[in-house]
C-alpha cells in the first residue's frame, strides 16, 4: 500500500477494475466499489550498506513518460552502486556478444519484492530486487538481462505494435465500412488469440538469441534454463502462501510465462554450446554483489508480518483475522482466508475534515450497503464507523477510520456473515491502531545476507535462521537453487534472510 490515493469517481468501471484484484475470491471486495484507492509512499533509498549511492542522472536529458511509469509502478528505483556497477560490468560483456556493442546499456534496479525485469530502447535494462534475490550466479543475472536485450534488438515491442494497430484497422473497417459487427467481434477473438500467440513466440525468440548471446560472451548457457525453473518453483511458493492470485504487478510468470516446454527447449538450445559444465557461473562474485540487498516488502511501504499489517510511514497498525494470509500489493492490502471462503481488503482515500466517518461510509463507496447498519464508533480513540452490505453472493462487514486526512477502508467479505464470522471481522477493525514500539520493532526491515556454511550446517539449520519467514526452509532452498536432501558443502556460501 502506498501514501497517495489513486484519485477516481464514479461507479466502478472496466478501466479501473484493473487497479483491483480480480481473482474470483477477491472480485467480490471489487466488484462493489465505487473507486479503487491505494496509498502511495514516495520512492527512496531504502537497505541496509548497499543502499549508499546517489540517483542515476540521465545527462540532464528528460524522463520519458514510459521510463516514469515503470519506475512507479514498481515502487520507485533502489540505490545500490556497488550492486549497478557489478551489473553494468555484465552488460559491457554481452553488448558485444549481442551484435550491438554500440548501445551503452545500463543496469537500473527497481525497490520491489518481485521478480521482475525490462528493457527500454534507450538501454536501460530494469531489475527488481526480488530478481537479484532469486537468481543464483552471474550467469543466471546475465541471461535474464539477455533475454530483455533480445527483445530489443529483435524489435519485439514495435512488431507488436504494429500487430496490434493492424488487427483494430480492420475490425473497424469491419464495423464501420462493411458494417458487420459479428464478423468484428469474431476478427477481434482471433486477433487476441493470435497476439498471444504473438507475444509467446516472442519470449521462445527472445530466450534463443539470449542464450547465444551469454554462451559467446562465456557465460553458462544452462543459466537459462536454471533460472526459468527457479521462477517457476518461486511463483508457486509465493501464491501458495499469498493464496490471493497474482498481484496488481506481476511477476515474471505473468509476462514471461515459464512453461516445461520453454525450459525444455532452453536446455536443448544450451545442447549446442555443449554438455552442462561449459561456461563461467560467477556464483561467488554475485553473491557478493548482493550481500545486503533489501529483501521483501519495504517498511515505508507497509509490511506483512504474519497477519499483522504495520505502516511505519502512515503510524497504524492492524490485525488481520486468525489464519488469514496478506499480501501487500500497489493498490490495496488483501487478505484471504485459510479455507478459502473470507477475504478482506485495505485501502485508503482522502476526507476532508468536514465530512463525518459515518457519512462517508454510507456515500456510495460499495454497493448494497444496508444503510441502516450504519455505526459511528470510535477505534483507538480514532473517529471510526462499520456498516454491513449485502451482495449477491457475498457479505461485507464494512470499517472506516480517518486518520491524518484520509479515511482508511476495510472491507471483510465471507459467503455468510454468520454472528462468528461477523465477531472475528469486527474484532480486527477495532484491532486498528496508532503504530506501537512494538510495531516498529517488527517492522524492521528484511536483507538477503550471505553467510558460509560451518560443517554441522544443512538446509534445516541455515532456514531456522529465517524462522519468522513463512515456509522458511522452501525459501532457502528455492533462493539457493538445492534440492531437498542435498547436504551443504562446508564453507560454501549461500543466501538467507536476517532482519
Not at 512494538?438 to 536483507?447: E, F, G, I, V
Request: hydrophobic share 45%.
Amino acid at each position: 500500500m502506498r501514501e497517495r490515493a489513486l484519485e477516481s469517481s464514479g461507479r466502478h468501471s472496466a478501466v479501473r477494475r484493473r487497479h483491483c484484484v480480480v481473482t474470483p475470491l477477491m472480485a467480490a471486495l471489487c466488484l462493489g466499489l465505487a473507486a479503487c484507492a491505494s496509498v502511495d509512499a514516495p520512492p527512496g533509498p531504502v537497505g541496509e550498506a548497499p543502499v549508499a549511492a546517489a540517483p542515476r542522472t540521465t545527462g540532464g536529458a528528460p524522463v520519458s513518460p514510459e521510463r516514469k511509469r515503470l519506475i512507479d509502478a514498481f515502487g520507485g528505483e533502489y540505490y545500490a552502486r556497488s550492486t549497478e556497477s557489478y551489473l553494468d560490468g555484465v552488460l559491457a560483456k554481452l553488448a558485444p556478444a549481442s551484435g550491438a556493442s554500440a548501445q551503452p546499456y545500463r543496469a537500473a534496479l527497481l525497490n520491489s519484492p518481485v521478480v521482475n525485469a525490462f528493457a527500454l530502447p534507450s538501454g536501460d535494462i530494469f531489475v527488481t530486487r526480488g530478481l537479484l534475490a532469486l537468481a543464483e550466479d552471474t550467469s543466471e543475472i546475465a541471461a535474464v538481462m539477455a533475454h530483455e536485450i533480445a527483445h530489443i534488438t529483435a524489435r519485439h515491442a514495435s512488431q507488436r505494435a504494429e500487430f496490434e494497430k493492424t488487427a483494430a484497422l480492420f475490425t473497424r473497417v469491419k464495423v464501420q465500412v462493411l458494417g458487420q459487427q459479428q464478423a468484428a467481434d469474431e476478427a477481434e477473438a482471433r486477433s487476441r488469440l493470435s497476439i498471444a500467440r504473438f507475444s509467446r513466440q516472442q519470449e521462445f525468440e527472445a530466450d534463443q538469441i539470449g542464450i547465444k548471446d551469454i554462451a559467446n560472451a562465456g557465460f553458462d548457457p544452462y543459466a537459462a534454463a536454471r533460472f526459468l525453473a527457479a521462477l517457476g518453483e518461486w511463483s508457486a511458493l509465493r501464491a501458495s502462501i499469498s493464496g490471493a492470485g497474482t498481484a496488481d504487478r506481476p511477476d515474471m510468470m505473468a509476462t514471461h510465462p515459464s512453461t516445461p516446454e520453454r525450459i525444455a527447449q532452453a536446455v536443448a538450445e544450451a545442447r549446442q554450446f555443449g554438455a552442462p559444465g561449459v561456461g563461467s557461473k560467477g556464483r561467488d562474485a554475485y553473491l557478493a554483489a548482493i550481500d545486503g540487498l533489501a529483501f521483501g516488502d519495504d517498511p515505508s511501504q507497509g509490511v506483512v508480518r504474519g497477519t499483522r499489517f504495520i505502516h511505519p510511514k502512515l503510524g497504524f497498525a492492524f490485525e488481520a483475522p486468525e489464519g488469514f494470509t496478506l499480501e501487500n500489493q500497489t493498490s490495496a492490502l488483501i487478505g484471504v482466508g485459510q479455507a478459502g471462503g473470507e477475504a478482506l481488503r485495505l485501502d485508503s482515500v482522502a476526507i476532508a475534515d468536514s465530512t463525518p466517518v459515518a457519512s462517508a461510509i454510507a456515500s456510495g463507496w460499495i454497493d448494497g450497503l444496508k444503510t441502516t447498519s450504519v455505526e459511528p464508533m470510535q477505534i483507538g480513540g480514532l473517529e471510526a464507523a462499520t456498516a454491513v452490505a449485502q451482495g449477491e453472493q457475498w457479505s461485507f462487514r464494512l470499517g472506516a477510520v480517518r486518520l491524518n486526512g484520509r479515511i482508511y477502508r476495510l472491507i471483510f467479505a465471507a459467503r455468510s456473515l454468520s454472528p462468528a464470522v461477523d465477531a472475528e471481522f469486527r474484532a480486527s477493525l477495532q484491532s486498528f491502531h496508532l503504530i506501537n514500539a512494538q510495531d516498529s520493532a517488527l517492522a524492521a526491515a528484511q536483507a538477503i545476507k550471505i553467510v558460509a556454511a560451518g560443517s554441522t550446517d544443512t538446509s534445516e539449520t541455515m532456514a531456522g535462521r529465517m524462522a519468522f519467514l513463512p515456509h522458511p526452509l522452501d525459501q532457502f532452498l528455492i533462493l539457493n537453487g538445492l534440492a531437498r536432501d542435498v547436504p551443504l558443502v562446508a564453507g560454501q556460501h549461500y543466501k538467507i534472510v536476517a532482519e
